[in-house]
C-alpha cells in the first residue's frame, strides 16, 4: 500500500514538473495597433514565425473574437491588469507591441550643395513594447522601437528640390511589401530583446 503512495506521488510531482516547465516556456503575444491604408498588419504572423524558430518556446496568440480568451485589458500600462490577463490565459511571459506610428516619409538623406541631392521614400514603423514576466509578476521591459526601410530613392540636381519627384511615388504593391519587410525586421528584433531580458528569469 505504502508503495502505491509513493509511486503516486512521483508520479504527481512529475506530472506537476513537466507542466510549469511548459508553462515556463510559454509566450504569450499581444499586437495592438490601427490599421494602415496600405494593407493588412501581419506583424503577428511574423513574430509567430520568428520565435517559432525556438522549438522550446510555445507561442500563444489570443485573439479578441474568440470566447475562449477575456478581453485584452483597456489599459495596456497598467501592469497588474496585464498580468492577471496573462496569468487568465496561461503563460509565463507576455510580450504587448503597441504599434504607435506606420507611415511613409520623403526625406533628403544627402545633399552636396549646388550639385546634387538624392530623396527617398522610408518606411517607418515606430511603437513601443512591454515584456512581463507573468510568473513573478514583474515588468522585465518598456521602451519604445522604430524601424525604418528606405521604399524608394531619387537623386535630383540641387536647384530641383522636388520632394514630390513622381519617381518617389509608391504603389499599393510596393508599399505592402516594404511593410512586410519592415514587420519582419521588427520581429527579428524582438526576438532579440526577449532572449535578452528573459536571460537568467
Not at 475562449?68 to 507576455?94: A, C, K, M
Not at 520632394?163 to 499599393?172: G, I, T, V, Y
Request: glycine share 6%.
Amino acid at each position: 500500500m505504502r508503495l502505491h503512495i509513493q509511486i503516486g506521488v512521483i508520479l504527481s510531482l512529475m506530472v506537476l514538473a513537466v507542466s510549469t516547465e511548459a508553462a515556463s516556456r510559454r509566450l504569450i503575444l499581444q499586437v495592438e495597433k490601427a490599421p494602415v491604408a496600405w494593407g493588412d498588419c501581419r506583424l503577428i504572423e511574423c513574430l509567430v514565425a520568428a520565435f517559432g524558430r525556438d522549438q522550446n518556446l510555445r507561442i500563444v496568440t489570443p485573439d479578441s473574437q474568440n470566447d475562449n480568451y477575456p478581453p485584452f485589458p483597456g489599459n495596456h500600462y497598467d501592469v497588474d491588469s496585464l498580468i492577471d490577463w496573462g496569468t487568465e490565459i496561461g503563460g509565463r511571459y507576455l510580450l504587448v507591441i503597441s504599434v504607435h506610428r506606420e507611415v511613409l516619409e520623403r526625406r533628403k538623406t544627402f545633399n552636396i550643395p549646388l550639385i546634387f541631392q538624392r530623396w527617398e521614400t522610408i518606411g517607418i514603423i515606430e511603437g513601443e513594447i512591454r515584456l512581463l514576466d507573468i510568473q513573478k509578476r514583474r515588468l522585465l521591459a518598456a521602451e519604445p522601437f522604430s524601424v525604418e526601410r528606405s521604399g524608394s530613392r531619387q537623386f535630383q540636381a540641387e536647384f530641383d528640390n522636388n520632394r514630390n519627384d513622381p519617381s518617389l511615388h509608391m504603389d499599393a504593391i510596393k508599399k505592402s511589401k516594404l511593410f512586410r519587410a519592415l514587420e519582419m525586421r521588427l520581429a527579428d528584433l524582438l526576438v532579440d530583446d526577449f532572449s535578452r531580458y528573459t536571460r537568467g528569469h
